[in-house]
């Protein structure tokens, strides 16, 4: 089993992901602020590429992405700054980017090398699932999870085949358009949780728009997993350059956490 599917085993539920944009602000900082998130509660990370064309992203995480990528921030770093990471941690890690970075790199290649480096899984945000057999044959064949998107306006078909091929859990996008935070959940997530119930037995993780302890708390009721990212993000780009960055994003982590209680 994977660390992703170590953690969900047994029926776990209460399942804190936090995602944030690694090289922001520099690279040096990311395995830092992974130790502050795991102290404050977290229990996934999300580990978000930089990239120059982010079409899933809002503006605080595009603002993010580009300043990793003025820090040097590529694929092989990631992959370096989770080698750091595992030095002193076993939290699971997610590599969350887009398909055209990992072409370029290869998909043997990045499954070799994030394995090495410890990280667990992989999530294209803009991976056709009707096309994604060859990428998870490669990726499975490593030991990573695949873990992918259904979204409100997938069909059917695409919720099966995004059921099919994800392993760990599946990621439910809370609303149509980009991330961000919200002040309210899209009454849309009952509907789409209910409709991938129907189609797996995987546990259910719901993000986009997740920025409160009362969202943490409305979604601890319905799926396994809460994925927080904005909210992380825009800590981070307030208080990047403050001594005791680590410390507020600890503290803001375990609220969230919390708001399962």
């Known amino acids: 089993m994977t660390r992703i599917e170590q953690l969900f085993s047994g029926g776990r539920r209460n399942v804190l992901i936090a995602y944030i944009t690694a090289g922001d602000p520099t690279p040096q900082h990311t395995p830092q602020l992974v130790a502050a998130l795991e102290r404050g ?48 941690s076993q939290i699971p890690l997610l590599l969350f980017t887009y ?16 394995k090495a480096a410890g990280i667990d899984g992989c999530l294209l945000t803009d991976a056709s699932v009707e ?5 998870v044959g490669v990726m499975r064949a490593a030991g990573l999870d695949t873990v992918f998107l259904a979204a409100p306006t997938s069909t059917q078909r695409r919720l099966e085949l995004a059921a099919k091929y994800s392993s760990g ?27 991938v119930r129907g189609v797996t037995s995987l546990p259910l993780a719901v993000g986009f728009g997740v920025s409160k302890p009362e969202h943490v708390r409305q979604l601890g009721g319905m799926v396994e997993g809460v994925v927080v990212g904005s909210a992380f993000m825009s800590l981070i780009e307030k208080h990047g350059a ?20």
């Open 41 to 88: 509660g977290a229990d996934l990370i999300e580990l978000g590429v930089p990239f120059s064309d982010p079409i899933a992203d809002g503006p605080v995480i595009q603002r993010a992405g580009d300043r990793a990528l003025k820090a040097g921030t590529t694929v092989r770093k990631v992959l370096e700054m989770a080698t750091a990471i595992r030095q002193s």
């Open 99 to 114: 398909l055209n970075p990992v072409v370029r790199y290869g998909f043997e290649a990045l499954a070799r090398d994030a």
């Open 131 to 135: 096309e994604a057999g060859e990428y």
């Open 169 to 195: 859990f599946v990621y439910l996008v809370s609303r149509t358009g980009v991330t961000g935070e919200q002040t309210a959940l899209s009454e849309g997530v009952r509907p789409l949780v209910d409709a």
């Open 242 to 261: 403050d001594a005791d960055l680590c410390r507020k994003l600890e503290n803001f982590t375990r609220e969230l956490k919390q708001g399962f209680a």
